[in-house]
């Protein structure tokens, strides 16, 4: 497979990003422990190609570059080139650096150390938690660094950077020997498979996982793992499984399974406050139906077990913790928790949560008014039916009739508080007064994917859908209806277009037998993906133009939607 002018290549937590703008690297990260670049100058770019060997790219002015990364050792070559080369990184958990007599540098970091060398001499300087180089090119430069098992391969690449780009090959033909399909599919299928990393004794990611991406989101997350998880069971379902085992073990006494496990606990303090390697907050529980989907491709007893054990407690949290009224209703308590950041569905509850906090004292912990969210409820709906689903065939009874009985105390309530007859649509509600919040989102569709819509409600969400002065723009589904005051289609998730929505929609139609509906919404969607053959985190509604993070996880869900054309019949499992 090659890709042009494709300026991404990862191995294991070691990623970089090519100067888009010039010779040179304009990111270099080792996981969330070190982040810099390496620049020279600008020039006109002839061509450059990605493959599954490295980044190759050929300058005007004669300069030819090279770049690879294989598990956590990464060569960078430049040739033809005649400049300075200068860098500044920053380091976490900065201990400092040690000059070696060969002329390499350790970096001293939160996470161990990370070795630096390169075939010229590096002019070093350390700065505040952190360091600059200064490397002066007339010629050939080589520059590798390493860490972990492999600190001291950076001589045999420097001497031969073939090295790196034979091994890299033979890791991904191995890993992509049975994969089969379109391009867009088989680049789907290197995404979610490179993004896989392990960080050897690490006190919180004790299991290999999936970073979302490891160009920008360089640790776990909650409900992006069980998207990851829903997509490596299609290739193999010890793989999802283990994908989980990381939130499981991280979830908290009193039943919280957390929105994020961090890399980097100095990272988790700075951005949350809170000295852990996971916030306060969680994320939308989506976990019941990772685990509902991998096993019914394999039973496994012992993971059963575990997953039920930490569903039935994350589900005792939320009726402790979010669900102050008693209603069946779960609430959101930071836009954060809802996976949905900076949705215009918060606008007004954080507004009203900043003109008055000492109204919502009660609730302890929270940035806004709670909110029970439409998504939320329809989710955990899913999570009791599963548990259910899966005490049954424990042959644990009483809890499965218990689960089950909540589960319809959610569906109802769904359905009587959060449907707008008038309008046609779900919305979500404030816990104080259920006052609906008339935001237009395609949170609505997951009343569909749940089965809690009639088939009178689920008519008319469908009209909504293929409406285009609503939903149905050129990449469709954009996470605030097109007809939105609020509606940009560049906005995070106040306009731009997501996967896992689109997973969500097309499996909601489905399930109500709207199967031409379904293939029209994915292969819109495949059309205008396959256009820019990019896996990124969201789209542009408008244009189509690929956004956010470079190669994607929960993107890859393109994959199950596309497996489950083959089949005539709904995607709920049946273990």
């Given at each position: 497979?090659?890709?042009?002018?494709?300026?991404?290549?990862?191995?294991?937590?070691?990623?970089?990003?090519?100067?888009?703008?010039?010779?040179?690297?304009?990111?270099?990260?080792?996981?969330?422990?070190?982040?810099?670049?390496?620049?020279?100058?600008?020039?006109?770019?002839?061509?450059?190609?990605?493959?599954?060997?490295?980044?190759?790219?050929?300058?005007?002015?004669?300069?030819?570059?090279?770049?690879?990364?294989?598990?956590?050792?990464?060569?960078?070559?430049?040739?033809?080139?005649?400049?300075?080369?200068?860098?500044?990184?920053?380091?976490?958990?900065?201990?400092?650096?040690?000059?070696?007599?060969?002329?390499?540098?350790?970096?001293?970091?939160?996470?161990?150390?990370?070795?630096?060398?390169?075939?010229?001499?590096?002019?070093?300087?350390?700065?505040?938690?952190?360091?600059?180089?200064?490397?002066?090119?007339?010629?050939?430069?080589?520059?590798?660094?390493?860490?972990?098992?492999?600190?001291?391969?950076?001589?045999?690449?420097?001497?031969?950077?073939?090295?790196?780009?034979?091994?890299?090959?033979?890791?991904?033909?191995?890993?992509?020997?049975?994969?089969?399909?379109?391009?867009?599919?088989?680049?789907?299928?290197?995404?979610?498979?490179?993004?896989?990393?392990?960080?050897?004794?690490?006190?919180?990611?004790?299991?290999?996982?999936?970073?979302?991406?490891?160009?920008?989101?360089?640790?776990?997350?909650?409900?992006?793992?069980?998207?990851?998880?829903?997509?490596?069971?299609?290739?193999?379902?010890?793989?999802?499984?283990?994908?989980?085992e990381n939130l499981i073990?991280?979830?908290?006494?009193?039943?919280?399974?957390?929105?994020?496990?961090?890399?980097?606990?100095?990272?988790?303090?700075?951005?949350?406050?809170?000295?852990?390697?996971?916030?306060?907050?969680?994320?939308?529980?989506?976990?019941?139906?990772?685990?509902?989907?991998?096993?019914?491709?394999?039973?496994?007893?012992?993971?059963?077990?575990?997953?039920?054990?930490?569903?039935?407690?994350?589900?005792?949290?939320?009726?402790?913790?979010?669900?102050?009224?008693?209603?069946?209703?779960?609430?959101?308590?930071?836009?954060?928790?809802?996976?949905?950041?900076?949705?215009?569905?918060?606008?007004?509850?954080?507004?009203?949560?900043?003109?008055?906090?000492?109204?919502?004292?009660?609730?302890?912990?929270?940035?806004?008014?709670?909110v029970e969210a439409v998504?939320?409820?329809?989710?955990?709906?899913?999570?009791?039916?599963?548990?259910?689903?899966?005490?049954?065939?424990?042959?644990?009874?009483?809890?499965?009739?218990?689960?089950?009985?909540?589960?319809?105390?959610?569906?109802?309530?769904?359905?009587?508080?959060?449907w707008s007859e008038e309008?046609?649509?779900?919305?979500?509600?404030?816990?104080?007064?259920?006052?609906?919040?008339?935001?237009?989102?395609?949170?609505?569709?997951?009343?569909?994917?749940?089965?809690?819509?009639?088939?009178?409600?689920?008519?008319?969400?469908?009209?909504?859908?293929?409406?285009?002065?609503?939903?149905?723009?050129?990449?469709?589904?954009?996470?605030?209806?097109?007809?939105?005051?609020?509606?940009?289609?560049?906005?995070?998730?106040?306009?731009?277009?997501?996967?896992?929505?689109?997973?969500?929609?097309?499996?909601?139609?489905?399930?109500?037998?709207?199967?031409?509906?379904?293939?029209?919404?994915?292969?819109?969607?495949?059309?205008?993906?396959?256009?820019?053959?990019?896996?990124?985190?969201?789209?542009?509604?408008?244009?189509?133009?690929?956004?956010?993070?470079?190669?994607?996880?929960?993107?890859?869900?393109?994959?199950?939607?596309?497996?489950?054309?083959?089949?005539?019949?709904?995607?709920?499992?049946?273990?």
């Amino acid at each position: 497979m090659r890709i042009s002018d494709k300026l991404e290549i990862s191995g294991n937590i070691t990623s970089i990003i090519m100067n888009s703008a010039g010779i040179g690297l304009s990111r270099l990260f080792y996981g969330e422990y070190i982040e810099g670049e390496l620049r020279g100058s600008g020039a006109t770019l002839l061509r450059s190609y990605w493959d599954y060997g490295g980044i190759r790219r050929y300058w005007s002015n004669g300069a030819f570059e090279f770049a690879s990364v294989y598990g956590d050792l990464m060569v960078y070559a430049l040739r033809g080139y005649s400049g300075v080369l200068q860098g500044e990184f920053k380091v976490r958990g900065f201990n400092g650096v040690d000059e070696l007599g060969d002329g390499s540098i350790n970096v001293k970091h939160e996470g161990g150390l990370m070795r630096i060398k390169a075939n010229q001499p590096i002019g070093l300087k350390v700065v505040d938690n952190g360091f600059t180089l200064t490397i002066n090119v007339n010629g050939e430069l080589k520059v590798a660094t390493a860490a972990g098992g492999q600190v001291n391969d950076v001589d045999k690449v420097l001497n031969n950077e073939s090295i790196i780009e034979s091994k890299r090959r033979l890791w991904l033909s191995t890993l992509m020997s049975n994969i089969s399909g379109s391009d867009l599919i088989k680049l789907c299928w290197y995404v979610i498979l490179t993004n896989r990393c392990s960080i050897p004794n690490h006190p919180a990611l004790r299991k290999p996982f999936n970073m979302p991406s490891k160009y920008v989101f360089k640790h776990q997350w909650l409900w992006d793992s069980s998207f990851h998880a829903i997509v490596l069971r299609h290739y193999d379902a010890n793989m999802a499984m283990e994908e989980l085992e990381n939130l499981i073990m991280n979830q908290k006494p009193d039943g919280r399974i957390p929105h994020e496990i961090f890399m980097s606990k100095e990272l988790c303090k700075s951005f949350w406050g809170i000295d852990d390697y996971s916030p306060w907050t969680t994320q939308p529980p989506v976990l019941a139906i990772a685990v509902d989907r991998i096993l019914s491709v394999k039973w496994d007893d012992e993971f059963a077990k575990n997953a039920l054990n930490a569903l039935i407690k994350y589900d005792e949290w939320f009726r402790g913790q979010r669900d102050r009224d008693s209603d069946y209703l779960y609430a959101y308590f930071d836009p954060l928790e809802s996976g949905w950041d900076n949705s215009p569905r918060w606008d007004e509850a954080i507004r009203r949560f900043r003109e008055n906090p000492q109204r919502y004292g009660v609730y302890g912990k929270l940035t806004m008014a709670p909110v029970e969210a439409v998504d939320l409820n329809s989710l955990i709906y899913l999570q009791r039916r599963i548990i259910a689903k899966l005490a049954r065939r424990l042959g644990e009874l009483n809890a499965a009739e218990h689960y089950d009985e909540l589960a319809d105390e959610t569906a109802k309530a769904i359905r009587s508080i959060m449907w707008s007859e008038e309008d046609g649509f779900f919305y979500d509600a404030y816990e104080e007064n259920h006052e609906l919040i008339k935001v237009k989102t395609p949170a609505a569709y997951l009343t569909m994917f749940a089965g809690i819509a009639t088939g009178e409600q689920a008519e008319r969400l469908v009209v909504h859908l293929f409406n285009a002065r609503e939903f149905w723009t050129t990449f469709p589904l954009p996470s605030v209806s097109a007809d939105e005051s609020t509606y940009d289609p560049t906005g995070y998730w106040r306009g731009r277009s997501w996967i896992n929505l689109v997973w969500f929609t097309y499996h909601g139609l489905r399930n109500y037998g709207y199967y031409e509906e379904a293939s029209r919404l994915l292969n819109r969607v495949i059309e205008v993906m396959g256009r820019s053959m990019a896996c990124n985190e969201n789209y542009n509604s408008s244009t189509g133009e690929p956004m956010g993070a470079p190669d994607f996880g929960w993107s890859t869900l393109i994959i199950d939607m596309v497996m489950s054309e083959l089949s005539n019949k709904p995607t709920r499992s049946a273990f």
